[in-house]
Nanobody, 116 residues
Framework: QVQLEESGGGLVQPGGSLRLSCAASGRTFDIYTMDWYRQAPEKQRVFVARVNRNGVTTYDDSVKGRFTISGDFAKTTVDLQMTTLKPEDTAVYYC??????????WGRGTHVTVSS
């Protein structure tokens, strides 16, 4: 089993920046990818960004150029640096991990509110 714990959410003004962090614990040695998803109020959870063990990153078009994902698979942590935040970035942000063999895991989420 793997446990994921997010941190770093909060309230930020439009145009501001915020850094989210996620730490995995437990059976982490076979985690291959670590992602961030988000769920806005009354909307479905959607993909934001991914980093894999080889350092390859993938982003949703809505955050390209503004968000940067970085992972340390030795420590099994993943960060999401968010800049130029917009009100539409307001959501609960979830950390997600996928491991060899097909097991996957979710964190409980951290709230991000972008508002003046």
């Amino acid at each position: 089993q793997v446990q994921l714990e997010e941190s770093g959410g909060g309230l930020v003004q439009p145009g501001g920046s915020l850094r989210l962090s996620c730490a995995a614990s437990g059976r982490t040695f076979d985690i291959y990818t670590m992602d961030w998803y988000r769920q806005a109020p009354e909307k479905q959870r959607v993909f934001v960004a991914r980093v894999n063990r080889n350092g390859v990153t993938t982003y949703d078009d809505s955050v390209k150029g503004r968000f940067t994902i970085s992972g340390d698979f030795a420590k099994t942590t993943v960060d999401l640096q968010m800049t130029t935040l917009k009100p539409e970035d307001t959501a609960v942000y979830y950390c997600y991990a996928w491991a060899y063999g097909g097991n996957d895991y979710w964190g409980r989420g951290t709230h991000v509110t972008v508002s003046s």
